[in-house]
Nanobody, 124 residues
């Protein structure tokens, strides 16, 4: 079983940047497809981005394309989400998640392990 811990959240003004990190322990991260999700108050958890086991393939949702970049460093057992040009509508708790299946998914229900989340607040 893998344990995931997110960090790097905080408060930033619109147009600013943040880099979220997700550190894994318990098992090597290279065994998993990794994803980032977010959940705003009163809304369902939504897919943000995912990266293949090697880091060679990434997917992101339309609202963050060109602004957010997911990456991973398997040697450091860490996944990142670089967020730029942040908007107030990006405000949410951001979660990283690990997927055992070899197929990338945008569905939160298919991910097997989750971190506790980190708050990102973007003010206008």
């Amino acid at each position: 079983q893998v344990q995931l811990v997110e960090s790097g959240g905080g408060s930033v003004q619109a147009g600013g940047s943040l880099r979220l990190s997700c550190a894994a322990s318990g098992q090597t991260l290279s065994s998993y497809i990794m994803g980032w999700f977010r959940q705003a108050p009163g809304k369902e958890r939504e897919f943000v981005a995912a990266v293949s086991r090697t880091g060679g393939t990434t997917y992101s949702t339309g609202s963050v394309k060109g602004r957010f970049t997911i990456s991973r460093d398997n040697a450091k057992n860490t996944v990142y989400l670089q967020m730029s040009s942040l908007k107030p509508e990006d405000t949410a708790v951001y979660y990283c998640a690990a997927l055992v299946s070899p197929f990338i998914s945008r569905r939160a229900s298919e991910y097997d392990y989750w971190g506790q989340g980190t708050q990102v607040t973007v003010s206008s």
